[in-house]
């Protein structure tokens, strides 16, 4: 066998198994997005009402509670981003990180200090390699987060915005995740969790708007109610947003394999035909050495009859 057919042949075997392995990261992504997708429809619904919860809670009652009110001039700003552990997702954490890159640059142009939460190995390398301070990281769940992980994750976040500016806590929380829209479509978006938009309902009387505003009793008080609900409300959103992000993750990792199987089918395809073509003119050679062999022993033998 030819050297060059030995290469060809050595690579193309190479090709293959890379394939075999693409192909089934590609099987198990696609098997674990049906799993997360359940998560994020399951939680999405609870994540809404405990939010209508909050903000009736905060509208109607005339308490100023530190989670729902403004700072007049806010001055440090608390940014979340999540990414994923592993990488052979193609752009996935890449975008998230450049989404929070934007918020980030926005913020500090805003006059606000920037303390960084990262989920994920991805944007814990990033960060780390480019020298920057993160505040406080996780990893180790990104691929099937739990509420546990959530409340972990929401724990210190809580507390920053708790404490007073000077003693570094934070005015706002701002979070950075991937959505998932559908198995094509996963979209990096910045939410901002805290201090808590609030949105009245609003009906239109003869061409004029007229706020309305629920009324409720609230027992031991409204503060109080605050207290107990917000904390729930973080950990709920977190929570949201990491299996979001998961879900993402996984359709990213699907498609990203499914490209990579492609690819290897048709470099497999390009092989083998160099393959053929350098066996074709081995053959070819072997072919005219032969004949050139018996001409050059009829051409001896002729000579020597003579």
């Known amino acids: 066998m030819g050297a060059q057919l030995r290469v060809y042949k050595r690579r193309i075997k190479s090709v293959t198994a890379t394939k075999k392995i693409t192909k089934a990261m590609e099987m198990i992504a696609a098997s674990r997005i049906v799993k997360a997708q359940r998560q994020v429809a399951a939680s999405t619904p609870y994540a809404t009402e405990l939010t209508r919860a909050v903000t009736a809670v905060a509208t109607g009652s005339n308490t100023k509670h530190p989670l729902t009110t403004e700072a007049e001039s806010?001055?440090?700003?608390?940014?979340l981003l999540i990414t994923s552990d592993r990488g052979l997702a193609g752009g996935y954490s890449a975008n998230a990180i450049k989404a929070a890159e934007q918020l980030t640059a926005r913020l500090k142009a805003e006059g606000k200090e920037v303390d960084s939460y990262i989920v994920g190995r991805k944007g814990v390398s990033y960060y780390g390699f480019r020298e920057r301070k993160v505040t406080e990281s996780w990893t180790g769940f990104t691929d099937s987060p739990t509420y546990a992980d959530a409340k972990k994750v929401a724990g210190p976040l809580i507390a920053a915005v708790q404490q007073d500016t000077a003693e570094g806590g934070v005015d706002e929380l701002h979070i950075v995740f991937t959505e998932f829209i559908s198995m094509l479509t996963?979209?990096?978006?910045?939410?901002?969790l805290l201090p808590l938009s609030l949105e009245t309902a609003t009906a239109e009387e003869d061409g004029a708007k007229t706020e309305i505003l629920p009324l409720f009793d609230f027992e031991?008080?409204?503060?109080?109610?605050?207290?107990a609900l917000l904390p729930r409300y973080v950990e709920s959103r977190i929570y949201n947003a990491l299996l979001q992000a998961a879900a993402s993750k996984h359709a990213a990792t699907r498609r990203a394999?499914?490209?990579?199987?492609?690819n290897a089918g048709e470099l497999i395809k390009?092989?083998?035909r160099l393959a053929n073509a350098a066996r074709q003119a081995e053959i070819t050679q072997e072919i005219s050495?032969?004949?050139?062999?018996?001409?050059?022993?009829?051409?001896?033998t002729a000579g020597s009859d003579k």
């Open 220 to 227: 031991p008080s409204a503060e109080d109610v605050l207290d």
């Open 257 to 262: 394999m499914k490209s990579a199987t492609d």
């Open 270 to 272: 390009s092989l083998s």
């Open 74 to 79: 806010p001055v440090r700003a608390a940014v």
């Open 186 to 192: 996963q979209t990096p978006v910045q939410n901002r």
């Open 289 to 300: 050495e032969i004949v050139g062999g018996a001409s050059a022993l009829a051409d001896a």
